[in-house]
C-alpha cells in the first residue's frame, strides 16, 4: 500500500458539509413544488446500453457521452441527461397509467471541457408529462418553472418560448430541404455562444443559399409582445401549415399563462430558442437570469412527441423541463442569494472529563429523544477547546454537564451568539425546548 | 435514427413511482436519525482517479471495481463504495473541523454477479466519525445503527461485533507470519458464504499449519453472554499484548452500549465477524436480520485508522458503519414491512370539457396554494376515465368542476375509498382542509 496523491478529476467536485446543506435546501424546494403539482419520483441506474442514449442527441452531444465497455464487453454509457432513460422506461414497463407525471433528481455525466459553470457532473432535477398532448400539459411545465424560479426567490427572469414547429414551417418555406432543419437548429442553437457571424457560416456549410439564411435570421430576431409577436408571425407564415400549427400552440400556452397569472416580464416569446437536442418536436423553453446571464439556460425542456416511438411501436406524446441545480447554485453564490450557511445541528453536549462521560452521553440521548439534533464531543480537549469548535461548525448551543451540574442536578446551556448562560434541573429538560426553538 | 429494443443492463433496476415513494420514506428515517446525531451531508464524485480506489478492497474486491479509460486517457473508476472517497476528501482539505461527522447518501457500483438481493448498483447510507479515537465514537456508531433498525420498525436484528485486533494478537501469538493477517480475515469473511471445509482448505493454500488453523476457527466460534466471553478471553490471550487491546476496546464498546440502553439481544461479540475489507483495523460490525438472514449484513462497518494515512502525510483515526438501502428494502418487503403503498398526491382534479377547462386550472393552483398536492387530469375522455385514473393513482380524493358547480360557484369533492361526496363553496374552499387532512 503505497502512498497516493489525493486528487479529484477535473470537470468534477466534492460538496461538502457546508455547501452540501445549502443544495439539499434548494433541492427540497424543488421537490416540494414537483410534489404540490401531483409529479411522482422515478430513479433509473447510472449507466445504460449506450446503444440506449446514442443517436439522441446530436453530433456533437453525442462526442459528450462517457462510454466504455463493461467486464461482459458490452458497451455501456453513463446517463448523459434524464429524458431519454424515462423514455426507456415508458416503453419497457406497459402496466403505466397515462399521463404519466413524473420527476428525476440525479446526477448526469457529459465529457465537456471544464469550465465556468460547466462540470461534467451536475445534478438535473426533471419533471416531464406523458402521454398528453393538450397544451394544458406545456402550459403546466411552465407553470412550474415560475412557481419553482419564485420560490428560490428570482424576480428577474424569463422564461423563453418557442415552437419548432414554426421554424420547421418557415424552413420548408423557403424550400429548404426538410431533412436539414435539424442541422439548422443545432447550429441556431449556438447563436448566442459563436455570435451571427459564425451561424451564418456555418449554415452556408450546410448548402443553405444565403438569402434564405438572411430570411431565417431575421426571423428570429422578431420581437415585441408575446400577442403582437403571435399576430404578426400568423401573417408572415400565413402560407405554412406546420407553422400556423406552431404559432396556434405557442397562443394556447401563453393564453393558459395568463389564466395561471405567470407575468408577461415573465414569459416571452423568443424565436431564437431552438434547443440543441434532436428529440425535440414541438414547445422549446429556456430560462435565463437577467441578472446573471453568463450561466445560460437555468430550467430548459420542450416537447418530445417522437423520443418514445424509437424505443416502441406506438409514440407517446411528451412534454418536460430540467432545472440545473448546479447553474442555479452558482447563479444563487454569485448574486449572494443563497440560504445563510448554518450547521443542521443545534446542541453540542461537551463532555467535562472521563468521570462524567456517562452523563453526557445519557444527556445528548435525552435530547435527540425531545427531537434536538444533538451532538455529543467526541474529539480531545478541554471545554475551550469544545466552545471552540462548536463555533466553527456554526452549532448555536453548547451545553456543559460537569461535576457542579451533576450534584446539583442541573445543566448548563449557552447560546453562543448571544454569550446567554441557563441553568435547566435535568428533571425539567423540556424547558430547553423554549430556550433553542 | 432506428428502432432500439428497449432493456436495461442486468443488475440494474429502474425505480418506479411506487417503490421510489417506499424507498424514499425509508432513506428519509435513515437521514432523519444522522442528523439527529449531529452528522451533516457529503457528496463525493461517481468518478475517481482508478489509483485512488485501487488497494484499498481486497484483491477479489478489486475485480468488480468499474475502470476504464476517459476521453483524456486518464484510468478513472466508479465509485465502490464511499469510505475510499471520503478519506481522499479528508485528505484534500486541511481546513476541516476535527471530530468530522458526516453521512453520505449515494450510489455505488461493482461488477458483482447479479443474484438475489446482490446489485451491480446499489445506495449505500455511510456516517462516519473522522478524527475521534475514543470508543464512545465506535459505540455512537452502534447507537445508530440500533436506533436506525428500531425507526425502521425491526426487532429480531443483532448487531455482531468484533475487533481485529484480538485475532491480529491471536495470528502473531500462533507464531503466524503477521503479514498473512489480512488474507487471512479475507479468507474467514467468506465462511458463511463456503463454509467451514472451504475455508480450511483456502487457510492451507495460505500455508498455515493444520493445528494453527484449528485454533483459529476453534477460536472464532466462542460464544456466549457478552461479558462472558470477555472474561474468557481475557484469560486466554493473556500473553498477546496486541488482543488485549481489542478486548479492553470492545469491553468499552459494550459498556457504553449499557449505559445507552441497548439491549444485549440486539448487541453481540461475534469473534468470527471481521469484515472482507483491507483497511479495517479495530472494531467490525455487521447487523443481521434474524427473520431474513439471507440478505447477509445490511448494517457493517468498522475502524479505520491508517486509511487516510495512505493519502496522507499524516494518519488520522476514522470510525464508521454503512446500510445497504438496497438489502434493507429487499428484507422489508419479505417481511411486508414496507410502508403503505400511497401517492404523494392529494386530490386529482378533473376537467369537465373544454368550456370549463380553465376553471380547473385556477381551482387546482387555489389548492395548490393551501399547500394540497393536487394533479390536474391532462389526459382526454369523460369524468369516469378520470376516476379511474386516481384511482389506479391511489390519489384519495377526485375534485369536480362542470358547469353546474361553476354556475353555483361550488366544488364537489369525491373520497374514493369511502364513495363520501361533499360540495364546498368556492369561497370557503378552505373547509377543504378539514376533509382531506
Given amino acids: ?43 433509473t441506474p447510472a449507466l445504460e446500453y449506450a446503444q440506449t442514449l446514442l443517436g439522441k442527441y446530436g453530433d456533437e452531444g453525442e462526442k459528450l457521452v462517457y462510454r466504455f465497455r ?11 441527461d434524464l429524458t431519454v432513460p424515462l423514455a426507456r422506461v415508458i416503453s419497457m414497463y406497459p402496466n403505466l397509467s397515462f399521463p404519466f407525471k413524473v420527476y428525476q433528481i440525479s446526477p448526469v455525466w457529459r465529457a ?9 457532473e451536475f445534478i ?9 398532448s393538450s397544451m394544458i400539459a406545456d402550459a403546466e411545465i411552465i407553470q412550474i418553472i415560475y412557481k419553482v424560479m419564485k420560490a428560490l426567490n428570482f424576480d428577474q427572469f424569463v422564461i423563453q418560448i418557442n415552437n419548432r414547429k414554426i421554424l420547421d414551417g418557415l424552413i420548408s418555406y423557403l424550400k429548404i430541404n426538410q431533412e436539414k432543419s435539424l442541422s439548422i437548429f443545432r447550429t441556431l442553437d449556438k447563436l448566442e455562444k459563436i455570435g451571427v457571424q459564425k451561424v451564418k457560416e456555418e ?24 400577442q403582437q409577436i403571435l399576430n404578426k408571425t400568423k401573417k408572415l407564415l400565413q402560407k405554412s401549415i406546420k407553422s400556423q400549427e406552431g404559432i396556434k400552440e405557442l397562443e394556447a400556452i401563453v393564453n393558459y399563462a395568463r389564466v395561471l397569472e405567470i407575468p408577461e416580464k415573465n414569459l416571452k416569446i ?35 412527441d417522437n423520443l418514445i416511438g424509437m424505443f416502441s411501436e406506438k409514440n407517446i406524446p411528451a412534454v418536460g423541463a430540467s432545472l440545473g441545480i448546479d447553474r442555479i447554485f452558482s447563479a444563487m453564490e454569485t448574486l449572494k442569494m443563497l440560504p445563510e450557511k448554518k450547521s443542521t445541528t443545534k446542541v453540542l453536549v461537551t463532555i467535562f472529563d472521563k468521570s462524567t462521560e456517562v452523563f453526557s452521553l445519557k444527556l445528548a440521548q435525552q435530547l435527540r429523544d425531545l427531537k434536538i439534533n444533538t451532538e455529543i464531543y467526541l474529539g480531545k480537549g478541554n471545554l475551550s477547546k469544545q466552545f471552540k469548535y462548536a463555533d466553527k461548525k456554526k452549532i448555536p448551543f453548547v451545553v456543559i454537564i460537569g461535576p457542579k451540574e451533576i450534584e446539583r442536578k442541573e445543566i448548563t446551556i449557552k447560546e453562543l451568539k448571544s454569550g446567554k448562560e441557563k441553568k435547566i434541573k435535568t428533571e425539567e429538560l423540556k424547558e430547553i425546548l423554549k430556550l433553542i426553538k
Fill in 1 to 43: 500500500m503505497k502512498k497516493i496523491v489525493p486528487k479529484i478529476l477535473k470537470g468534477f467536485r466534492d460538496y461538502l458539509p457546508e455547501k452540501m446543506i445549502q443544495r439539499e435546501r434548494i433541492i427540497d424546494i424543488v421537490k416540494n413544488i414537483y410534489k404540490r403539482f401531483g409529479y411522482e419520483p422515478l430513479e
Fill in 124 to 132: 438535473q432535477c426533471d419533471l416531464d408529462i406523458i402521454g398528453s
Fill in 70 to 80: 463493461d467486464y461482459g464487453n458490452r458497451e455501456v454509457a453513463l446517463r448523459y
Fill in 203 to 226: 449554415l452556408s456549410k450546410q448548402e443553405i443559399e444565403k438569402k434564405k439564411v438572411e430570411k431565417i435570421l431575421e426571423f428570429i430576431k422578431i420581437e415585441g409582445k408575446n
Fill in 270 to 304: 423568443n424565436f431564437s430558442i431552438v434547443r440543441g437536442l434532436d428529440y425535440y418536436t414541438g414547445s422549446v423553453f429556456e430560462t435565463r437570469l437577467l441578472e446573471c446571464p453568463d450561466v445560460g439556460s437555468v430550467f430548459s425542456g420542450g416537447r418530445y
Fill in 112 to 120: 465537456e471541457k471544464p469550465q465556468k459553470g460547466r462540470f461534467r
